[in-house]
């Protein structure tokens, strides 16, 4: 598997030519509040765009804006025709209800696919999906287990995989010990993404042959990033935490905005 920051760079390279294609392109990114986190997420996002030649503003509002003023900004983006695309930083504070917001956004220019009548695939599985069968990954007949099960991740990842002809496990919180340790040691793909740390560990008996992709970020106990799985595990290939799935999943919300825009 090629290192996943050398992809990424590649693929910005042909980002470029499609996006110089395509004047007007417009990528917009709303903002609740400030938390560490999202700050590094929105400025790492709008450093992707101006690399790759694509103009990207940001609406930043105050945390303690009401969730009907919210969504009277997004109508108003809805209704921009100068805005290709948008997304609304996750996560956003109690009060506001974040399904209310994936609801609100337009299909026609919801970059992160989280709207179910959305023409574009969420921003993480896809960037996944891509960068495997980049690599040419042989999906078919294979065994994929998935652990997560949230409409963001979990869910449409096992379509794209059950599309490739994979035999797709989805495991969750639910899922009882014994059972977690018999899919996992016959997984072939192993997508963790529970937001929880040491979900997998060398604990359990995995396929030296097997692909491990990690979608968690989560801090340490030294104050640094993450993922749901321990480092190290004894398989062909583990997607680190950072410069891992962050990567493909804020590239990707670059090829759906290139995608909306043919629409």
């Known amino acids: 598997m090629q290192i996943i920051k050398e992809y990424v760079a590649a693929k910005k390279e042909k980002l470029k030519a499609a996006i110089a294609d395509k004047p007007g392109m417009r ?29 990207c503003g940001l609406i930043s509002v105050p945390e303690d804006i009401s969730e009907a003023e919210l969504l009277n900004d997004l109508d108003a983006l809805n209704k921009d025709d100068s805005v290709t695309g948008y997304l609304v930083q996750l996560p956003l504070p109690k009060h506001i209800s974040e399904e209310k917001v994936k609801l609100a956004i337009a299909p026609k220019k919801d970059v992160d696919g989280f709207h179910p009548l959305s023409k ?31 409409n963001i991740v979990g869910k449409p990842m096992a379509q794209l995989l059950l599309k490739e002809s994979m035999n797709v496990t989805v495991l969750h919180s639910k899922t009882g010990d014994a059972d977690k340790r018999n899919y996992l040691a016959n997984a072939d793909l192993i997508v963790v993404a529970t937001g929880h740390r040491h979900t997998l560990t060398a604990d359990y008996l995995l396929k030296p042959s097997a692909v491990v992709i990690d979608v968690g970020i989560n801090v340490n106990d030294d104050g640094k990033l993450c993922g749901d799985c321990d480092v190290g595990l004894p398989v062909a290939f583990q997607s680190p935490t950072p410069g891992g799935v962050g990567l493909l999943t804020r590239i990707s919300v670059i090829e759906n905005l290139i995608s909306l825009s043919k629409n």
């Open 120 to 150: 574009t695939v969420p921003a993480t599985p896809l960037g996944i999906y891509n960068y495997l069968k980049d690599m040419g990954y042989d999906f078919l007949g294979k065994n994929a287990v998935v652990i997560g099960r949230s």
């Open 27 to 55: 990528l917009m990114i709303v903002q609740v509040g400030h938390v560490p986190a999202s700050d590094r997420y929105v400025r790492n996002k709008m450093a992707d765009a101006a690399e790759v030649g694509l103009e």
